[in-house]
């Protein structure tokens, strides 16, 4: 139980913060889309799980692990998506939009201990 009163402190408010921008965007059919999710961690050295999600039922678009010294990742995201890294910032980029792409997308990441 010691142990527990010891992680507590560490796994504060201050150990993540995720930034999502652009708020709303709006877009006509064939535009370039770009999602940014900046992602602030207190330690050096870290492990991220990043999802980006999409709702009405479309799951994840991509799934994957970063850290401060990741190269690029290979894509792992479903096409027509694409993610690129250059901490502290992933974009999610989607060329060219389409009518059945609206929707809310978030980028949902987990600081892996």
């Keep these: 139980m010691w142990g527990l009163g010891i992680l507590i402190p560490l796994l504060g408010a201050g150990a993540l913060r995720v930034l999502q921008a652009p708020g709303k965007v709006q877009v006509t059919a064939g535009d370039t889309v770009a999602l940014q999710c900046r992602v602030e961690v207190a330690e050096r050295r870290y492990l991220l799980r990043m999802e980006w999600v999409r709702d009405g039922g479309h799951g994840v678009l991509c799934a994957t692990r970063l850290g401060p010294l990741t190269p690029e990742p290979p894509d792992p995201c479903a096409a027509p998506f694409h993610l690129s890294w250059q901490p502290p910032r992933a974009t999610l980029s989607l060329p060219p939009a389409r009518d059945n792409d609206s929707g809310?997308?978030?980028?949902?990441?987990?600081?892996?201990?």
């Design 104 to 113: 809310r997308y978030l980028c949902r990441v987990t600081l892996e201990i």
